[in-house]
């Protein structure tokens, strides 16, 4: 054990910072990267077109695909880059995130916020949503056939965006996007795929909340994370 865990911790924190802001002054961590136009070849070999996030919204409608719908005042879709390089997903929306109509906003996403702050990001850089899009009652989490009926938005979102890393933030993201039921102590902290795309498990920032003291191994996720960008800049 650290003599002082709670010090080391801030000196990881203010080292990654340090490093990270080198590595933005030299240039090396713009997050976002435009891309081309998405196609992707359907059966018969030929190229069919991906909706872009507009088009997904406009195709979800004033959805009633599961009876979330019923309880919740907004279809909270997700914000930020449609070119991120990195993206966050998490469960679900919570009471302020479904009074805003955004991610990530409550007590949650300001801890989000923060860390994304260390990490030198800003929120516009990166996209943020969630497995399932409408606000289970109560924050209970999402059942199986509420997560079946929204999953193949978000990886219709996923399609479009292309990022070249994925964070997902706790347990029920983890479990619905890579299809394990690998509990997310033993499966955060290690690469995993999606798609061909790299994504990286880790604690969903309420837990974070509760549990203070698992924050540094977060932070050690997001380190790796962002080593990683670095080293595959396009
Ligand atoms: S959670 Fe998803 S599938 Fe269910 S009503 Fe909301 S948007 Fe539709």
Not at 49 to 75: F, N, V, W
Not at 129 to 138: E, H, M, Q
Not at 150 to 178: E, H, S, Y
Request: aromatic share 6%.
């Amino acid at each position: 054990m650290p003599e002082d865990p709670v010090r080391e911790l801030a000196e990881l924190v203010e080292s990654l910072s340090e490093w990270l802001r080198y590595q933005r002054r030299l240039g090396r961590l713009g997050l976002p990267g435009a891309k081309a136009a998405a196609l992707a070849p359907d059966k018969e070999g030929t190229a069919e077109k991906i909706p872009t996030l507009e088009e997904i919204r406009e195709k979800m409608g004033q959805c009633k695909r599961c009876q979330l719908y019923s309880g919740a005042k907004s279809l909270v879709f997700g914000e930020g880059s449609p070119h991120a390089r990195l993206m966050f997903i998490g469960e679900a929306p919570g009471a302020e995130e479904d009074l805003q109509g955004r991610p990530f906003v409550g007590k949650a996403g300001q801890l989000l916020t923060r860390m994304l702050d260390k990490l030198v990001i800003r929120r516009e850089e990166v996209y943020i949503t969630n497995v399932v899009k409408s606000r289970p009652p109560g924050n209970r989490d999402p059942e199986p056939a509420e997560i079946e009926a929204c999953l193949p938005f978000l990886k219709m979102q996923i399609a479009a965006i292309r990022p070249q890393v994925i964070v997902t933030l706790g347990k029920i993201a983890t479990q619905a996007l890579l299809g394990t039921k690998e509990p997310i102590t033993k499966i955060r902290g290690q690469w995993q795929r999606y798609d061909q795309i790299r994504v990286m498990p880790t604690f969903h920032p309420s837990y974070l909340d509760r549990f203070p003291q698992e924050r540094k191994k977060t932070w050690e996720d997001m380190q790796r994370v962002m080593e990683y960008l670095a080293e595959h800049e396009d």
